[in-house]
């Protein structure tokens, strides 16, 4: 909490940080008043605060402060029980409704009380989610099981990436979270007798990783089903033979079947940062369970070619010349947004993942946030909003990428796992430059009449925040809601969960059709229709997060126990993950239906752990015997020679 102070001895707009100390008994909340934040010439303070009933503040502090002006703790936006009718008669509000949060502030406590009535509600609002998941898997299963994508207006199957049910495969871990386990298992009994790499032909190297790779390890990781892992290594190998370059920095695309890999098309000799970035969760997670260092080493060596190659501001350009033996970067263009985003995310998460040792990757991310302060972030006129721009040579480009509302997660998860610890400078920055691009992003949405995004914001000077009509349409896109998933579980403030609120009743109003849901042609016009699109990101990531917005009950925890791939699915760090070797795995447990398969292969595991340690004890006594014989048989060689 940050106490605005003014006093004989204080600055203009100085402050003081404050802890919440709970009255366990229902009492008021007490502050503890702490170090001045920033300046110099007061010395520490330390006194009491007390939260009245009326929601202010009041504090006793000693000489060195006059008066510290009372703040309200009262959070005025918590919403009320939700209804069916809630979604038929959903208006979108517009946008500055939300302006204390505009530049980043924390505007209020965030007590134990506002955490439990925040978390009912949650509870409630988590119910309308899972049915959502259920009306989009409902229509898959109906219309397109086995294909890759949903064309929810046709009513019928299609396959944009080489026909591996990528739909099927990119859900499995939301339907495990949400307890959806007889379509879990429909989908595992699928992927266990028909998912097949052999007949599959050229894919973008990126995407199947993401979606497919990881949606198999992530189902494996969560269920222990060794159908998944022998299928993420079939995948994986297949995909091993892109990373074989010139240079190290792997091809864009690969035929699976026959094992060609080439760049794509429209840029033959390069290779786009966020594809050839966005490898590394996945492949350093398939090599510690089937202890196959190859696929570590071949993901690993991407970044240490970057580390040479990434420039004192820390921004790469987009796309990097691979085609010969010292890979170098081409063109001056720099962004946050496509074809550049989760290469910076993949820095951050790939130092979590190995227990925070790879310093490197941390120091890479790092650099790279600093380079983004410096050079790309901006504020918008007249209204003051935080964005991102891109950069081409010496030019500012004032786009905003729905893709960059990636970024405030990002920064917060990197600011709660600072090395220099949250309350350092660095992190309070990066905390603060989160939140207010995650304020951005949800005027992106608030500010159409629709109350969806558009895929590109645009900035100009006096005119503020603008959208193009080619670039208005809403894909069904998830990086607001993560962004605001990751902030609600660091900082606990009940706002992401109004703003997460928001866009799911903008979604069911506007996106949800008989079969499914589609992406938004037009979120200008609240008259347009769905259209025959239906992305699997929207399964894998868009409900997951909303659902993991709305569900305090979740045992993932992205600050110390699990890493998210840039598809959302969500693994253990390397430290906690087991190495069971490679396929066939004989011990394979294979359960049919939802009959409490987790205590079942949880028994089983136990048993054989068990039946292992009684097989080792057996075998040592088997060898003390023996010794024993042999010792009695060199006895009576010796006596029979004495004889």
Request: glycine residues 8%; contains cysteine; negative net charge.
């Amino acid at each position: 909490v940050i106490l605005s102070c003014v006093g004989e001895h204080a600055r203009a707009q100085e402050h003081v940080r404050a802890e919440v100390k709970d009255d366990e008994d229902g009492g008021d909340d007490t502050l503890l008043v702490g170090e001045r934040d920033g300046g110099v010439g007061v010395p520490t303070v330390r006194s009491e605060a007390v939260v009245m009933n009326d929601g202010t503040v009041h504090v006793l502090v000693d000489h060195n402060f006059t008066q510290i002006r009372s703040i309200s703790t009262e959070f005025p936006y918590l919403g009320s029980s939700p209804q069916p009718s809630d979604i038929a008669s959903f208006r979108p509000l517009g946008g500055g409704r939300f302006d204390e949060y505009k530049s980043g502030d924390s505007p209020y406590l965030i007590s134990r009380h506002l955490r439990d009535q925040s978390d009912d509600l949650a509870r409630k609002r988590r119910t309308f989610v899972v049915d959502a998941m259920k009306h989009a898997w409902s229509g898959y299963k109906t219309f397109a099981f086995g294909h890759d994508e949903l064309l929810p207006v046709s009513r019928k199957g299609a396959n944009p990436w080489g026909g591996m049910a990528v739909t099927l495969v990119d859900s499995l871990d939301t339907l495990w979270l949400m307890g959806l386990t007889d379509e879990f298992y429909e989908g595992r009994d699928w992927v266990r007798d028909h998912l097949d790499h052999d007949n599959v032909e050229t894919v973008s190297v990126f995407e199947t990783t993401i979606r497919s790779l990881g949606g198999l390890l992530s189902a494996y990781d969560l269920s222990m089903d060794y159908s998944f892992l022998e299928k993420a290594d079939d995948l994986g190998c297949r995909l091993l033979g892109a990373f074989d370059t010139p240079s190290g920095i792997p091809y864009g695309q690969i035929h699976l079947g026959s094992g060609v890999a080439s760049n794509i098309a429209w840029i033959k000799t390069s290779a786009l940062l966020a594809e050839y970035s966005t490898l590394q969760v996945e492949f350093r997670y398939l090599a510690k369970v089937t202890g196959d260092s190859r696929y570590a080493e071949k993901s690993e060596k991407i970044f240490d070619i970057l580390e040479k190659l990434q420039p004192p501001s820390g921004l790469l350009s987009l796309q990097t010349l691979n085609l010969q033996k010292e890979a170098r970067q081409r063109g001056s263009h720099v962004s946050f947004g496509a074809m550049g985003d989760s290469a910076y995310e993949y820095f951050l998460k790939c130092w979590l993942q190995g227990g925070r040792t790879q310093s490197k990757y941390r120091m890479m991310y790092d650099k790279a946030i600093q380079g983004m302060h410096d050079e790309l972030l901006q504020r918008s006129s007249p209204s003051g909003l935080v964005y991102v721009a891109e950069k081409m040579k010496d030019t500012l480009l004032h786009k905003f990428d729905h893709l960059v509302c990636f970024l405030p997660g990002t920064l917060a998860l990197g600011a709660a796992t600072d090395p220099y610890g949250i309350e350092s400078p660095r992190a309070k920055r990066d905390m603060q430059t989160a939140r207010a691009l995650a304020y951005t992003c949800h005027e992106a949405y608030a500010r159409t009449p629709t109350g969806l995004s558009p895929e590109i914001v645009k900035f100009k000077e006096g005119s503020d925040m603008y959208v193009e009509t080619r670039d208005s349409h809403y894909l069904l896109r998830p990086e607001a809601v993560e962004s605001f998933f990751v902030l609600h579980q660091i900082t606990g403030d009940p706002i992401y969960r109004e703003w997460g609120w928001e866009v799911f009743l903008a979604i069911e109003r506007f996106c949800k059709l008989p079969v499914a849901y589609g992406s938004y042609k037009n979120v200008l016009d609240p008259k347009a229709k769905p259209d025959d699109r239906l992305e699997s990101f929207f399964l894998a990531e868009t409900l997951k997060y909303l659902f993991l917005l709305f569900n305090p009950d979740t045992d993932l925890d992205i600050v110390n126990k699990h890493v998210f791939n840039t598809e959302a699915h969500p693994l253990r760090l390397l430290s906690e993950v087991e190495e069971v070797g490679k396929p066939p795995y004989s011990a394979q447990v294979n359960v049919a239906e939802n009959d409490g398969s987790l205590d079942i292969i949880a028994d089983l595991r136990e048993e054989l752990r068990v039946a292992e340690e009684t097989i080792a004890a057996q075998a040592a006594q088997l060898e003390h015997w023996k010794a024993k014989m042999a010792a009695q048989a060199a006895q009576l060689e010796h006596w029979k020679a004495k004889a």
